[in-house]
C-alpha cells in the first residue's frame, strides 16, 4: 500500500505531466463547449472517444449520486455500474487531461439522496470526496478513479427539491459548508493544481435547489439548463440569459469572473420537446448569449447526442464564427420579472432509462477517519 509520502508525490508528478502537454482548457475563452458523459444512451461511447478532437473542452462525469451518511454512490450507468474500481474510467480521466481537457465529477443528478442536512454534514462529506477523488489520504477511503483525479466537482442538485409539494427539503447549509470547505482544499493543494467548482441550476431565477449555493459560496462556472422551463431560448421574450449575466457580474456572486454557460438540450429524447431546438434556433440563442460579458460557452446535455444528432457541430461552428467577427449587433434578452410562482417543470436530466440505485449505483465504502490531510 502506497504512504501518505510516496501518493503525494505520485498525485504531484501526475499533475505536472498533464499540465505541460497538449494546450490545457482556457476558462477565459468564450467558445468553450462542456457537455455531460456517463448517462446516455446507446449513442454514447467510451470517455476517451471524446477527446480525440476540438469538439468539446470539458466533459462533466455523471453522476455522484449519494451525498447522505458520507457513503457516496457512482452511478455510470452501463460505463460502470457492477463494482469497484472503475479502472477504465479512470484511464480515460488521465488521457482526456493529457489531451487537454478538463474532467470534471458530477454530484446529483436526477438519482440519489443528495441530503446535507447541516454544516457539519457538508464538511464531513467533503472530507470524503477530497479523499476518495482528490488528494487527500488514499488509506482511508476507497479511490474508485485510482490516482486520476478530476479537475474539480460539479452540483447538479435535482433531488433537494420537492417538486410536487413545490418546497425545499432542506436549507442548503450543508451543501453551502461542503463547497466551501471544498474550495479552501482547492486553494491549499500541495499540487498547486487549478481545480474548477461547478453548478448546473435551471434557468428560473432564482434556482430553488442551489439558489443558496449560488449566493454564497464560491462558483466558476454555471452551466444554467435553459430547458424544461419556460425561460429558454424557445420561449422568446421570456429568455432570461441576460438575468443570469446581472447576478454573475452583481453583488451576489462571489466570483466577479464567473462564467456563464448555455444550457441546451443534444436533441430528441434528452429533454421537453418544446424545449429543443434545431441548428438555426441554436445558432441564434448562441448570438444572445454571447452578448453578455459573462458568458463562457455552450453546455450541452447529453455529450453522445450532441455528436450524433450534429448540434455539437453547430455550437463549435457558431461560437468560432462569432470569436473570430466579434460581438452581434444583437438586442440582448428581455428579462422575466423574478418571482416566487413561476412554475418549474422538474428536471429531465437523462435520456436513458434511470438506473435503480439499490441495483446499479457503484456504493463506496465509508471512509475510516476524518482527519484533515
Known amino acids: 500500500m502506497l504512504t501518505l509520502g510516496v501518493f503525494s508525490a505520485l ?35 467510451a470517455l476517451r472517444e471524446y477527446c480525440n478532437d476540438d469538439t468539446f473542452d470539458v466533459i462533466m462525469l455523471a453522476f455522484l449520486v449519494n451525498t447522505t451518511n458520507n457513503t457516496p454512490a457512482l452511478n455510470f450507468a452501463r460505463h460502470c455500474d457492477t463494482s469497484l474500481p472503475c479502472e477504465e474510467i479512470g484511464k480515460d480521466i488521465t488521457y482526456c487531461q493529457e489531451k487537454g481537457k478538463a474532467v470534471i465529477l458530477s454530484i446529483g443528478g436526477a438519482t ?25 489520504t488514499p488509506t482511508t477511503a476507497a479511490r474508485p478513479f485510482g490516482t486520476a483525479i478530476p479537475d474539480g466537482f460539479d452540483l447538479d442538485l435535482e433531488q433537494a427539491f420537492d417538486w410536487e409539494k413545490q418546497v425545499n427539503k432542506q436549507d442548503y447549509t450543508g451543501h453551502v459548508a461542503f463547497v466551501d470547505d471544498m474550495h479552501a482544499r482547492f486553494m491549499q493543494s500541495p499540487t498547486k493544481r487549478r481545480y474548477y467548482i461547478t453548478s448546473a441550476p435551471q434557468c428560473v431565477y432564482p434556482d430553488k435547489s442551489l439558489g443558496a449555493v449560488l449566493e454564497n459560496s464560491w462558483m466558476d462556472m454555471v452551466f444554467v439548463q435553459f430547458y424544461n422551463n419556460g425561460c429558454g431560448p424557445r420561449g422568446g421574450p421570456t429568455f432570461n440569459f441576460n438575468k443570469w449575466n446581472e447576478w454573475a457580474t452583481g453583488p451576489l456572486s462571489k466570483n466577479k469572473d464567473v462564467k456563464i454557460y448555455l444550457g441546451v438540450p443534444s ?58 467577427a466579434g460581438t452581434p449587433n444583437l438586442p440582448p434578452a428581455v428579462p422575466i420579472p423574478t418571482t416566487t410562482n413561476a412554475t418549474v417543470v422538474p428536471p429531465m436530466t437523462s435520456a436513458a432509462v434511470p438506473i435503480p440505485i439499490t441495483t446499479n449505483a457503484t456504493v463506496i465504502p465509508p471512509m475510516t477517519s476524518a482527519a484533515v490531510p
Not at 440519489?112 to 487527500?136: C, S, Y
Not at 441554436?282 to 447529453?302: D, K, P, R, Y
Open 112 to 136: 440519489g439522496d443528495q441530503t446535507l442536512a447541516t454544516p457539519e454534514a457538508g464538511k464531513a462529506f467533503a472530507q470524503v470526496v477530497w479523499d476518495m477523488f482528490f488528494e487527500g
Open 11 to 45: 498525485l504531484l508528478s501526475i499533475s505536472l505531466l498533464i499540465h505541460s502537454t497538449e494546450a490545457a482548457f482556457d476558462i477565459q475563452k468564450k467558445t468553450n463547449v462542456v457537455s455531460y458523459w456517463g448517462q446516455g444512451d446507446a449513442r454514447e461511447l
Open 267 to 324: 436533441g430528441p429524447g434528452t429533454a421537453s420537446n418544446d424545449t429543443i431546438l434545431d441548428p438555426p434556433q441554436l445558432t441564434e440563442a448562441i448570438n444572445v448569449a454571447w452578448t453578455n460579458s459573462s458568458f463562457g460557452g455552450v453546455m450541452m446535455w447529453n455529450i453522445g447526442a450532441a455528436n450524433a444528432t450534429g448540434l455539437a457541430k453547430v455550437a463549435v461552428d457558431t461560437l468560432q464564427s462569432l470569436s473570430q
